[in-house]
Nanobody, 121 residues
């Protein structure tokens, strides 16, 4: 399973960015997809995950600011990030192949390349 993350960039604190994770084929719509991030010198951490459109779970650090959604017509899972903070700066990854509510990176089998998000203060 090949995943392709895109949409990163540089934004000021308080701004917004939208990341997208493209996956293969129609089966992608039934796959658990997670978003993770890794800042320099830190462990990779869970951001949020989605199964169907109604089944979404987030880390407490982003809940209320980030929203994950699927576009099944495009085979994508998007991460809308609002009210960004400098501490959100990291390389963001999408991953697939886990079970519902999984938050550990070790539970995810397939990974896309990362996309850099930098939030300036």
């Amino acid at each position: 399973v090949q995943l392709q993350a895109s949409g990163g960039g540089l934004v000021e604190a308080g701004g917004s960015l939208r990341l997208s994770c493209a996956g293969p084929g129609r089966t992608f719509s039934a796959t658990v997809v997670g978003w993770f991030r890794q800042a320099p010198g830190k462990e990779r951490e869970f951001v949020g995950g989605i199964w169907t459109g109604d089944t979404v779970w987030y880390d407490a650090s982003v809940k209320g600011r980030f929203t994950i959604s699927r576009d099944n017509a495009k085979n994508t899972v998007d991460l809308q990030m609002n009210s960004l903070k400098p501490e959100d700066t990291a390389v963001y990854y999408c991953a697939a192949g886990a079970l519902i509510n999984d938050r550990s990176p070790q539970r995810y089998v397939y990974w896309g390349q990362g996309t850099q998000v930098t939030v300036s203060s």
